[in-house]
Every structure is written in structure tokens, then in C-alpha cells.
């Protein structure tokens, strides 16, 4: 799946024993045969599964709000008992075909069979993983358990039917038709999709690949899907040269879904997107495009790893994510070289998970898990961020030809199958020659991640690590860190894997270490002379990244003042590259967000110079970062709203990636509410909505964004832009604090059903209330202990810690 926003479970991570109730004495399951017969208007259906599958004692299946009627084997019944979510079949021994027949309704969440709607029609659709298979037909719901599958439905003879493999037959009857769907090869229950609705298509072709996108049919327009059709081509292209192995099924969809909890979901042969990652056109901002690069190449990398080649379980989740997340960024890359990807890596995949990683309420990389909730809390920034940061370390580590050697032969070894990380290093060892498993292993296990202490003592360099934690607690650990240094512009490289290392530095003119910010680790450089060094040194924008975002987490844990901070952001006030702006830019709008009084001029200094420095510069990745900079200033700055909110009248003429600050501008010099709201209902993309709701949170008068929050409540917003979305941009906007916070509070039940069974609400919290709930930690302890949340924990964790900063900030 592709997600941004995510956290995790700080519960206990405990062994893994049960996976699901089912499938304890099932030794394998063939195949399922299903046929289901949907009633698309009144939102049930009824289906009759067979199941070929062998056991050495009686059958459990995985079945979550389904009512079966009967179980049969060569039509003799079979005695079973259905309780929670598990039927027990009194089979004994068993090989053969057991046949289910059942009942089911289209679920109200997000998962499941689930009704997406959009204007006042809807379709159905499928979200599977992790668990959510069971809810369209009694299953053995474990990865492990690769069947093939066999489709057949019946529904509305004027309605699409889109499932993994192509459309084998299809038969008309009066206004129902059949469609049957050709066999899949083996694959796991997670990755079965089924979309039932008015689509639209556009064909495509990559080799012998069928390539089709499919999207809801509008009154007002169609999505437009010719830039997501190229980053299919491109990364099937690089794939299957990487792999060395051909892309296996017959044809490919890519479909746009109209309400979608996660950003898409890599179903094989028939992927789905949130509308605004397939839709790009002359309107759509340079982010939006990055992003459908982006999530389009890392659906499709799951297309050998994890829908090719599966995790054993759960627990190895993470071996999917993060090499996903890490692969789409080498096809992007590759093809996208204008926008230098690997520093979105760096700031998005690397530092969002140093920034999780952080709080002691996070998880290792491998993390046990054996409840479908606690899988749910697994897509997070560690599975996906951490690990793929990890594995970029390992392949500079081992060189990228014998990584791509070693991930080829592992694919070889275990397609139609599954693996776990192990098998991945063993496969890299065997490639390289090198101890991977080792480097492995102690990182993955392991919560948490080092900072590396460097100071000078006569003539050495001395390097000491211990946990790095943002609550300023100090904890000895040790993790094996190839350590870049280079000493007046020579590098090298040192393993450090103990508590503390020297080299001899003969008076050096210049020193820097983590060469750009290869390394999952921090770096305190203590005392003026070290630093002025460091200063001294060649610092590419990664270095100064590095820099920047180090001392940030500094200042959060209190191992730097806020003076020496404010010291250290003078340095970039002239900054010229994107990745270290575009930092400095997001920590000082995170203090403001936090001390709005004490830090408006700093954050308004900067803004403003930035501008200047960017009005010159026509590259797409400068052009990205004075939108974000400019949308910033327009809170910021009412003189700058005013001028920003005057080109509101002629918006079409505005170039995309300003057009969110001309929205906010206009928002908050004009307090027309009514008249975006107009704006918002007559948008037609995914983009424009989102845009027009950033304005709609950030009015000055907080009275007005509480009325679009109850516009939102009362289902006008798509559920999916409720968190990300109107929460993040009311969020952005101090004025809107308070009462962002009372509608949180009030709508608290809401929003956890609106999410159930999903990871997304814990991850708005935890990056949205822990901004909102500054000066209010004991208001959102009470809330939480009157609600348990998952993610709670980790939101307040983070909170004090913005509380704190906000405290030491104000008292200066
Ligand atoms: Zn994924």
C-alpha cells in the first residue's frame, strides 16, 4: 500500500503464535472458486464459494460479517458452527472441495466490500489488506495461504465489473449479466480485488501487457490519466529489466476510486488509487505529479514484491513496504531525472522516520504482531520509511549490481510463494560476499537508532553512539554503523559498531560526517572548534539538510537551546538549494505552529527572503517550493494574503503550484465563506477540492472554519480529505486551533468509526492534535482516557514534547 501518515501501536510487540483463528490445521488451500451475485442497488449480496483445499483435522475459515447458509461437500452436508468471526467445519481429515454458501452486505467503512460514493451515485469496491478478505468470503485469510483464484459474478447488466484477470466470459440475461473472470495464478487473499460500478476506461499497452485505467464516468469531466499511463510504462520497463523477470499477468489496471482510505492498494492486476494519484493535467500542481510517479511505481514494484513473492506473515510487512517505497524512488529517478527524487527520500521516507523512530512509544522494523488491529498499525513510517532507508544503507554498503543480483535470484527462488527477510539477506550475502546479515539484523530487530557523538581530543577524532530519543532520556545501544567521514575532503568509511571509536586527524582544515545523509543516524558535533569545521567543509544541500534537520531534533529533545537554534537557522536564511530550504521551512512553521506569538517575525523574515531567492528560479522542484512557501506567507502575512488573494478573481491564469496560496490569501482577506464553499462544490478534481478546502481552514475568523467542519461532518467532504486534509490545513492555520481542537473532541466517536479497521485516524492525530493540543495536554490526556485510541500514546508522547518547546519558546 501507499500511505504517508501513519503510526504505531506503542503496545507490546509479543511473539507471534496465532496468526488468524483459522487455518490451524489446513496444510493448503488450491483454490477458490467463487461465485457471487451482487445486488449493486440495495448493498448485499450472496455468494457460494468452492473451496479445494486439504486438512489433517477440522476446517476453520476466516468469515467477518457473513452469514453462511450451508457448507456441502459432494452435496452431503457438512455440520459447522459459525461464532465470531470463525467458522468451524466438522470435517476431520479432509481433501477435497468443500462449498460455502453465504450472505453478506457491502460494508459501511473503508474496508472490506466497501461503497464509495461520489455526487449521489457510488461504486463498490474492494480494500483487502490486511485482514479484510474474510469480509467478502469465508477464507483461509493469511498470506501464507496462496490459492488460486477463480471469479465468476453476477450483477446490473450496465455496470462494470473489474477484477484481477481478465474477463473471461461474459452472458446477458434480461438487465443482470455474468462475468467470469479468468483463473489468477497462486496469490494470498489480501491481493483479490473486486470493483463493481460505472468505470470508464482507457486502454494502454506496455509489450504484451494490457494496460487500462478505470475511472468513475462524471458529468463534469473524466479523469485524466495520460501521465499515470507513462509511469506505469516506465516502471514496467525498469522492473522487469531490474527483476529479470516479465511482468506475469495478462493485463494490468490501474483504478481510480472515489473515497479510499490509504493512498493505493496493489491488488495484482488490478491496482487502486485515490483519484488525485491517477489525474494530472495542465492544472496539477508539481507535488501532485511527483506523487503519481511515485505511488504509481511503488504499486507496481509490488507487483513481483509482495503480490509475486509474499511475506510469510505479518511481521515481515516491512520487507514489502519498505522495498516498495525504495524501488519506486530508483524508477523515478530514472525516469524523472529533473526532479532530483532521492532528496524527497531523504526528507519524506529518512526523515519522517528518524522522526518516529524518536519516541519510545515506536516499534523495530520487524515487529511481532499477531491481531489484524495490530497489523493495521504496522503501515507506518518504521516499516516503510526506516526499512527502506535501511536498505538503501545496505546497497551502498554491498554496491548495486550484487543488490540487484541478489534481489533477482531471491525473486527466482520464491515466486508463487513466500519468503522472509532472512531468505532477502541470505541472497545479498551470497551476491556480495559480505556479512549483510549481520548489518541486518541489528538493525532491524532493534527499536530506535543512534546519534553519533563526534568531538576532537589532541589530534583524534572520537566517536561515541547511544540511542538517540526526543524525550532527552539517554540510553546506551549500540548499532553497526558504516560511518561516512571525510576529513578536508577525503572519505572514508568506518564501521562502528561499539560504544566508541578514535581516528587520528592531523589538524584538518575541514570535516564532515554522514556524507550526504547516506546514514540512519544523527550527528552531535560538540565544541566551536568541531563545528567550525564542519562549517568549513564542501557542504553539499544533503549536508546542509543533514545539518538542519539534526539540529532541529536537537532542539526538540533539549540537547540544543532555542538560542543556539535560532543561531543556526541564520545560516540558511540565504539558503539557495531546495532540500535544506524547503527543511528550514518546515521546522520554522513548526515552531509557529506551536508559539505563534514569539516566532510570526522569524517565520515571516524567512518566508519573505525565500520568496525573493525563488522568483527567479523556472526548475519544477523550485517552482514546488515557492507554492509551499508562498501558501505559508499568505498566513503569515495579511499584507501578503491581500496581494496573494487579489488574483483570486482570475484563478484559471495562475500557475498550479500557486494557486493554494492565492486560495489562502483570498481566504483570509476576504472571509467569503459562501463563496468558496461555491468553489468547492463546483470543483471536479480531487486537486481543486483539496485546494479550496485548504482555503475553507484557514479563515481568520475561527467561527467560520467551525462551520466547514460541520460541512465536512455532515458528509459533504470526501471522508478520505477529512483528516488529510481539512484537519492538516486547519492544523496550518493557529487561528483555527481552538476550535479545531473542540470539533476534535466533540466528533472524537465519529471519526473513529468514519476510519475503523484503518491506521489513518492514529496518524492524523499524531500528526495534527499533537500540534493543535499545545496548552492543552491535560484536556487531550482526559479525552484519551475516556476514548482508547490506538496511537494514543504516541500522539501525547509527541504533544508534551511540543508543549515543552512551546514553554522553553515563550519564556524567552
Ligand atoms: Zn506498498
Known amino acids: ?6 503510526i504505531a501501536k506503542p503496545s507490546d510487540w509479543i511473539i507471534m503464535q496465532v496468526t488468524t483463528q483459522a ?3 489446513v496444510q493448503q488451500v488450491n483454490e477458490y472458486d467463487v461465485f457471487l451475485d451482487v445486488d449493486f442497488d440495495a448493498l448485499r449480496f450472496s455468494g457460494k464459494v468452492r473451496i479445494d483445499i486439504s486438512s489433517t483435522g477440522d476446517i476453520s475459515l476466516d468469515a467477518v460479517d457473513l452469514e453462511v447458509a450451508s457448507v456441502k461437500t459432494n452435496d452431503r452436508n457438512v455440520p459447522f458452527k459459525q461464532h465470531g468471526n470463525v467458522v468451524d467445519i466438522q470435517t476431520g481429515r479432509f481433501s477435497g472441495t468443500l462449498e460455502v454458501e453465504y450472505k453478506g452486505k457491502v460494508s459501511e467503512s473503508l474496508t472490506g466490500f466497501y461503497k464509495a460514493p461520489y455526487g449521489d451515485k457510488y461504486v463498490l469496491t474492494t480494500h483487502f489488506e490486511a485482514g479484510h478478505a474474510r469480509r467478502l468470503l469465508p477464507c483461509i485469510d493469511h498470506p501464507a495461504y496462496k490459492a488460486d483464484f477463480k471469479l465468476t459474478v453476477r450483477t446490473r447488466s450496465d455496470l462494470s465489473v473489474i477484477s484481477n484477470m481478465p474477463v473471461e466470459s461474459e452472458r446477458k440475461e434480461g438487465n443482470t449479466k455474468t462475468v467470469a473472470f479468468q483463473k ?3 496469490m494470498s487473499t489480501y491481493l483479490l480485488y473486486l470493483g463493481i460500478g460505472r468505470f470508464e476506461e482507457d486502454k494502454n499497452r506496455h509489450n504484451k501487457t494490457e494496460l487500462y485505467t478505470a475511472s468513475v464516468v462524471r458529468p463534469d469531466g473524466k479523469i485524466k490519466t495520460g501521465l499515470a499511463f507513462e509511469a506505469a510504462q516506465k516502471s514496467l520497463e525498469f522492473y522487469e529489466k531490474y527483476f529479470g523477470i516479465p511482468y506475469d499477468l495478462p493485463k494490468l489496471h490501474l483504478i481510480a476510486v472515489p473515497e479510499f482510505a490509504y493512498g493505493a492498494m496493489e491488488n495484482w492486476g488490478a491496482i487502486t488509487f485515490r483519484e488525485i494519484l491517477l489525474h494530472a493535467d495542465k492544472d496539477t500542481s508539481t507535488s501532485t505529479k511527483k506523487s503519481i510517479a511515485e505511488v504509481v511505481a ?19 510487512l516491512w520487507l514489502n513496504e519498505s522495498f516498495a517505497t525504495f524501488m519506486a524512488y530508483k524508477v523515478v529517478d530514472w525516469a524523472y531525472p529533473q526532479w532530483k527524487i532521492w532528496q524527497d527520500f531523504v526528507k ?11 519516541l519510545n512509544s515506536t516499534h523495530p522494523i520487524e515487529a511481532k504482531v499477531r491481531s489484524p488491529e495490530e497489523i493495521e498499525e504496522l503501515f507506518d513510517e ?9 536498505l538503501r544503507m545496505i546497497e551502498a554498503y554491498i554496491g548495486p549490481d550484487k543488490f540487484q543480483k541478489g534481489v533477482s535470484k531471491y525473486l527466482q527462488q520464491f515466486r508463487y510463494s513466500n519468503a522472509s527477510g532472512s531468505d532477502l539477506w ?14 541486518m539484523e541489528g538493525w532491524i530487530g532493534k527499536v530506535g537508532y543512534p546519534v553519533v557523538k563526534a568531538s576532537l581530543s589532541s589530534g583524534k577524532l572520537v566517536l561515541e553512539q547511544e540511542r538517540f530519543l526526543l524525550s532527552g532520556a539517554r540510553d546506551k545501544q549500540t548499532w553497526p554503523i558504516p560511518v561516512t567521514i571525510a576529513v578536508d575532503g577525503r572519505t572514508q568509511q568506518l564501521m562502528l559498531d561499539k560504544e566508541r571509536a578514535e581516528i587520528t586527524v592531523a589538524d584538518p582544515k575541514s570535516l564532515k560526517l554522514n556524507i550526504d545523509r547516506t546514514g540512519f543516524y544523527r550527528i552531535d558535533y560538540r565544541g566551536p572548534v568541531l563545528q567550525s569545521l564542519v562549517w568549513a567543509s564542501k557542504l553539499s544541500g544533503l549536508d546542509r539538510y543533514g545539518l538542519a534537520n539534526d539540529a532541529w531534533a536537537f532542539l526538540n529533545s533539549g540537547r540544543i537551546s532555542w ?3 535560532q543561531g543556526l537557522l541564520e545560516r540558511f536564511f540565504d539558503e539557495e538549494d531546495y532540500l535544506p530550504a524547503f527543511e528550514v521551512s518546515e521546522r520554522i512553521t513548526n515552531l509557529f505552529l506551536i508559539a505563534p506569538k514569539k516566532v510570526a517575525d522569524l517565520s515571516r523574515r524567512y518566508h519573505k527572503s525565500q520568496l525573493k531567492i525563488l522568483e527567479g528560479k523556472r526548475d519544477e522542484n523550485s517552482s514546488l517550493l515557492r507554492g509551499t512557501i508562498a501558501a505559508r506567507l499568505a498566513i503569515l502575512d495579511d499584507a501578503y494574503a491581500h496581494e496573494a488573494g487579489a488574483k483570486f478573481k482570475d484563478l484559471a491564469a495562475v500557475e498550479p503550484d500557486m494557486k493554494r496560496s492565492v486560495i489562502v490569501g483570498y481566504a483570509r482577506s476576504s472571509n467569503d465563506h459562501d463563496g468558496l464553499i461555491d468553489r468547492y462544490k463546483k470543483s471536479t478534481t480531487d486537486e481543486d477540492r483539496l485546494r479550496y478546502l485548504e482555503g475553507l481552514a484557514s479563515f481568520k475568523r475561527s467561527d467560520l472554519v467551525r462551520k466547514v467542519q460541520e460541512f465536512a461532518m455532515a458528509g459533504n467532504v470526501k471522508r478520505q480529505d477529512i483528516g488529510r486534509g481539512l484537519l492538516q490545513f486547519a492544523t496550518s492555520n493557529p487561528d483555527a486551533h481552538a476550535v479545531t481542537w473542540e470539533w476534535f473532541r466533540d466528533n472524537i466517536g465519529k471519526l473513529d468509526k468514519m476510519y475503523e479497521g484503518t491506521a489513518t485516524l492514529s496518524a492524523y492525530m499524531r500528526a495534527y492534535v499533537s500540534i493543535i493540543g499545545v496548552g492543552r495536554v491535560g484536556e487531550i490526556e482526559k479525552l484519551f482516557g475516556e476514548h482508547r485510541l490506538a496511537g494514543a500514546d504516541a500522539t501525547l508522547e509527541r504533544l508534551k514534547i511540543h508543549d515543552r518547546l512551546a514553554n522553553e519558546i515563550t519564556k524567552s
Do not use: C
Not at 500500500?1 to 501513519?6: R, S, V
Not at 518504521?382 to 535501511?390: L, P, Q, R
Open 1 to 6: 500500500m501507499a500511505l504517508k501518515y501513519l
Open 23 to 25: 487455518g490451524k490445521a
Open 184 to 186: 489468477t495464478p497462486k
Open 298 to 316: 511503488h504499486e507496481i514494484a509490488h507487483m513481483w514484491f509482495g503480490d509475486l513473492v509474499t511475506m510469510k506473515w505479518w511481521d515481515d
Open 348 to 358: 519524506n521516507s529518512t526523515g519522517g522516520a528518524m522522526a518516529r523512530d524518536a
Open 382 to 390: 518504521i516499516s516503510y520509511g526506516k526499512g527502506a532507508s535501511i
Open 426 to 439: 541470505n541472497h545479498l550475502q551470497q551476491a556480495s560476499g559480505l556479512d549483510v546479515s549481520h548489518v
Open 563 to 565: 538560542k543556539e537554534y
